[in-house]
């Protein structure tokens, strides 16, 4: 069993909608979560970064992490065709070793 | 100022070969992590490297080596390619190589193994 799944997707969806990206993980020591968003032919970029449990948000997006359930999400509203792109959720304890999961691809159409 | 540069952007080897990979940090970032990333296994930490001194080591075979150079710049080595060392590796900088900093991606070399 892998450190962190997440489901590989794609998923598609329409202009505007909510969008909800999803992690579980199985190691309690992790605090840090992070969501990174790569563009076909880039390396990923941090989008989101939280410490341990609770909500963030930043803009159309919000970052949530659930640490009782080992659980954390991505949500994104009003989704912009820009948006399509592969979400990856990263996480890590006091290793300085970041885990990511397989990442979701996500396809906006207008 | 200058993103993560990393040369050359696609390789394409044969088996047994091997392939040395670069990535220029951003300036004044002294952390440099490599990264392979594949279909299947997502993006799987290789090593990192602060100051010259590998730090961190992930769960790959001694195939794979680094270094770093004292103006930060880093190497990857795969040595004896294999057909599964095919994937997209990244290098990633940051300033101080701790996780509540901002780990900043390059565009990644593109190693094709035939």
């Known amino acids: 069993q892998k450190e962190v799944e997440q489901d590989p997707g794609p998923l598609s969806v329409p202009e505007g909608a909510i969008v909800s990206l999803n992690c579980t993980y199985s190691n309690s020591a992790f605090q840090y979560f992070m969501w990174y968003r790569q563009y076909s032919r880039k390396g990923p970029e941090l989008l989101m970064y939280t410490y341990s449990s609770g909500n963030k948000e930043d803009g159309r997006f919000t970052a949530q992490v659930d640490k009782s359930s080992k659980y954390i999400s991505l949500f994104i509203r009003d989704s912009q065709p820009s948006d399509s792109a592969t979400y990856l959720c990263a996480m890590t304890g006091n290793t300085d070793k970041l885990i990511f999961g397989t990442g979701t691809r996500l396809q906006v159409f207008p | 100022k200058a993103g993560v540069t990393q040369t050359p952007r696609y390789l394409i080897k044969t088996r047994g070969q091997q392939v040395t990979l670069s990535c220029s940090p951003i300036?004044?970032?002294?952390?440099v992590s490599w990264y392979q990333q594949t279909p299947g296994q997502g993006l799987q930490f290789l090593f990192e490297y602060f100051s010259e001194t590998q730090r961190n080591k992930g769960n790959f075979p001694g195939r794979f080596s680094g270094r770093q150079f004292s103006n930060s710049r880093s190497e990857m080595n795969v040595s004896t390619l294999e057909l599964g060392d095919s994937a997209l590796y990244l290098c990633?900088?940051?300033?101080?190589?701790?996780?509540?900093?901002?780990?900043?991606f390059g565009p990644g070399t593109r190693l094709t193994v035939l």
């Open positions: 300036s004044g970032h002294r952390s």
């Open positions: 990633a900088s940051s300033s101080v190589g701790r996780t509540d900093n901002e780990q900043f």
